[in-house]
């Protein structure tokens, strides 16, 4: 199904050790930034959007090189507008593929011209909240993730203003970490705007997978990269593996959310939310799925607990109590769900009620103690995982390897050897298991792991 592009994603965090300097300046040199004119700070309001152009002069964030002047590079308009896959997502609307989607949907729009579309493909604002023309072939530009700046862009190179006065203007915290991660779901998951179901997935477009560490590191780094930070901060050791936490449990949390929201849209039972290899697989090689068995009724599709493989392992060692009660919960919608007869607003509740669970243990994962000793303990306890995993199919054991890359990568900060050698081929060999999601071998993955597991003892 989903190949090389996503192998690419996936690995990603391992190597933002080593190549992020790279990434940073092997930007192209030929052409200097775009004129743009400085934003007229008379008639802006919060809430208004100005388009990239507005952060691109080369005094503001289009420096060509880095400037370390203040406290950001200010060539963060420069890395976007060369590096950034988000400039390309308008471009993506004009082609053969995505002509071919609309089709299939039977929509009466252009791609490029549809709002279902462009909500995730471009800066794409009411009129009303333009306070100058938005060009949505820019693609996904600074303020579809910083928010509109209209509030604050003339005051938030003055003296002595704060990156909080700016959020009080409507700049989004993304140095936070679950706005931020909220803010990248909204697209790559999906919010109550916009959506990727089934029908859209079957009409073409791309199953969506998203694992914050991994694609924040596959994004080319417009900020200080983490370590700088930390030595800033004095944050403490594993901040990371906390932030990767933390980000398991806000995309969790929205998909609950998602899932909520589709059973109350009345287009439910949403096959997307199930387990796609529950209905789309050969009945050649079906037996071993009669050899497993079945954990509720045969024969039905099951829940697909992507989004929860890995953080029952987070919330165990936070809170062993609160994972039991989760568990249940958890199985509660399982079983809603695959019953496919459950009303669905009983699912809707369900879901909801795992969101408030889940949102409740946020501030818990915030204070958790996650040192390397832990870090490596999760990885084993994924690790000892691997039947569960394999049984949930190939969605959960890509987001456990991804899980384990972002772990290992934590590590490997305090101990680079780590991250040399054959660790390094060995998490290689894991993306290979599921780079053809056809073709995924649960025995080699599973060897694969103790592999690894032997390697970080
Ligand atoms: C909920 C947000 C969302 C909506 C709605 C959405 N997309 Fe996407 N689309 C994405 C994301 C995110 C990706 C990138 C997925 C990845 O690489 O992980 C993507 C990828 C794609 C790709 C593959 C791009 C490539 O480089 O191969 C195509 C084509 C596409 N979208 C077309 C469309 C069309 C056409 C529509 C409207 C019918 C649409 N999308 C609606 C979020 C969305
Ligand atoms: C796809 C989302 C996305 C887009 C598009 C984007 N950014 Fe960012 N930006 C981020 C994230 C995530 C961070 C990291 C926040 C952090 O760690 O403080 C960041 C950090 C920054 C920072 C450092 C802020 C700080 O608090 O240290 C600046 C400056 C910045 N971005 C400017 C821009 C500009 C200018 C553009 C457009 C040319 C842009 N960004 C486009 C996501 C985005
Ligand atoms: C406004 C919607 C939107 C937001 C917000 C957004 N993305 Fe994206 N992202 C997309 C779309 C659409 C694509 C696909 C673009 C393409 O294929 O050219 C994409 C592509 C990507 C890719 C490239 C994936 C690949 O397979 O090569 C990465 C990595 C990524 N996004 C990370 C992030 C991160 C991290 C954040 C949050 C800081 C974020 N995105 C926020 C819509 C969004
Ligand atoms: C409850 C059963 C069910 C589940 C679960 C399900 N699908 Fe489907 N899917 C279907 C049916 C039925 C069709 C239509 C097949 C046809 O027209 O021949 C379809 C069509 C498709 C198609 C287009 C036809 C093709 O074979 O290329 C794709 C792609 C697809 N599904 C992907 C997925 C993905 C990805 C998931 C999991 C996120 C998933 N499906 C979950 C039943 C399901």
């Known amino acids: 199904m989903r190949t090389n592009r996503f192998c690419f994603a996936l690995k990603g965090v391992m190597s933002v050790v080593?190549?992020?300097?790279?990434?940073?300046?092997?930007?192209?040199?030929?052409?200097?930034?775009?004129?743009?004119?400085?934003?007229?700070?008379?008639?802006?309001?919060?809430?208004?959007?100005?388009?990239?152009?507005?952060?691109?002069?080369?005094?503001?964030?289009?420096?060509?090189?880095?400037?370390?002047?203040y406290m950001v590079k200010q060539n963060e308009y420069?890395?976007?507008?060369?590096?950034?896959?988000?400039?390309?997502?308008?471009?993506?609307?004009?082609?053969?593929?995505?002509?071919?989607?609309?089709?299939?949907?039977?929509?009466?729009?252009?791609?490029?011209?549809?709002?279902?579309?462009l909500d995730c493909h471009a800066l794409n604002v009411p009129k009303s909240a333009q306070a100058r023309p938005i060009?949505?072939?820019?693609?996904?530009?600074?303020e579809a993730c910083h928010g509109p700046a209209g509030g604050w862009i003339a005051k938030h190179t003055e003296s002595g203003w704060t990156h909080e006065m700016s959020v009080k203007e409507g700049m989004k915290d993304l140095r936070d970490i679950v706005p931020r991660a909220q803010t990248c779901l909204a697209c790559h998951l999906g919010d109550g705007q916009k959506t990727v179901n089934h029908e859209l997935i079957a009409?073409?477009?791309?199953?969506?997978?998203?694992?914050?560490?991994?694609?924040?590191a596959v994004m080319p780094p417009h900020w200080a990269p983490f370590t700088d930070k930390r030595r800033e901060t004095g944050e403490q050791e594993n901040q990371e593996a906390r932030v990767w936490a933390i980000?398991?449990?806000?995309a969790f949390q929205q998909g609950m959310l998602q899932v909520a929201r589709r059973a109350r849209s009345g287009d439910w039972p949403e096959f997307a939310e199930m387990n796609c290899y529950a209905c789309h697989h050969s009945l050649k090689d079906g037996e071993w799925r009669q050899i497993r068995g079945y954990r509720t009724k045969a024969g039905l599709?099951?829940?697909?607990?992507?989004?929860?493989?890995?953080?029952?392992?987070?919330?165990?060692?936070?809170?062993?109590?609160?994972?039991?009660?989760?568990d249940g919960?958890?199985?509660?919608?399982?079983?809603?769900?695959?019953?496919?007869?459950?009303?669905?607003?009983?699912?809707?509740?369900?879901?909801?009620?795992?969101?408030?669970?889940?949102?409740?243990?946020?501030?818990?994962?915030?204070?958790?103690?996650?040192?390397?000793?832990a870090v490596k303990r999760l990885i084993d306890a994924i690790a000892k995982d691997v039947p569960y995993l394999v049984d949930a199919e190939v969605h959960s054991v890509e987001q456990a390897i991804m899980a384990i890359n972002a772990l290992v990568t934590a590590m490997a900060r305090d101990n680079p050897a780590l991250a040399q050698g054959s660790i390094s081929k060995t998490l290689d060999k894991l993306y290979d298991d599921v780079k053809?999601?056809?073709?995924?071998?649960?025995e080699q993955f599973a060897k694969h792991v103790a592999e690894l597991q032997r390697e970080l003892r």
């Open 78 to 117: 420069f890395i976007w507008l060369k590096q950034d896959r988000h400039t390309q997502a308008y471009n993506v609307l004009l082609t053969d593929k995505s002509i071919r989607i609309t089709r299939n949907l039977h929509m009466q729009e252009k791609p490029f011209e549809s709002a279902r579309c």
């Open 436 to 442: 053809d999601r056809e073709r995924f071998d649960r």
């Open 301 to 326: 599709p099951h829940w697909n607990p992507a989004r929860y493989a890995v953080l029952r392992q987070i919330i165990s060692s936070v809170d062993p109590q609160e994972r039991q009660q989760l």
């Open 135 to 142: 060009e949505l072939a820019e693609g996904i530009s600074c």
């Open 247 to 250: 980000g398991q449990a806000v």
């Open 203 to 216: 009409a073409g477009h791309p199953d969506l997978i998203f694992e914050l560490d991994n694609y924040s």
């Open 329 to 373: 919960q958890v199985d509660r919608l399982a079983e809603a769900i695959a019953s496919m007869k459950t009303p669905p607003a009983t699912v809707a509740s369900t879901a909801t009620n795992l969101a408030d669970t889940i949102g409740r243990a946020i501030p818990q994962i915030r204070q958790a103690d996650m040192d390397n000793a």
């Open 18 to 69: 080593f190549v992020t300097g790279m990434l940073q300046f092997s930007q192209a040199q030929e052409s200097p930034p775009p004129q743009s004119s400085p934003p007229e700070a008379t008639a802006l309001q919060p809430g208004q959007y100005l388009g990239a152009g507005a952060c691109a002069s080369g005094t503001c964030h289009g420096s060509v090189e880095p400037r370390n002047l």
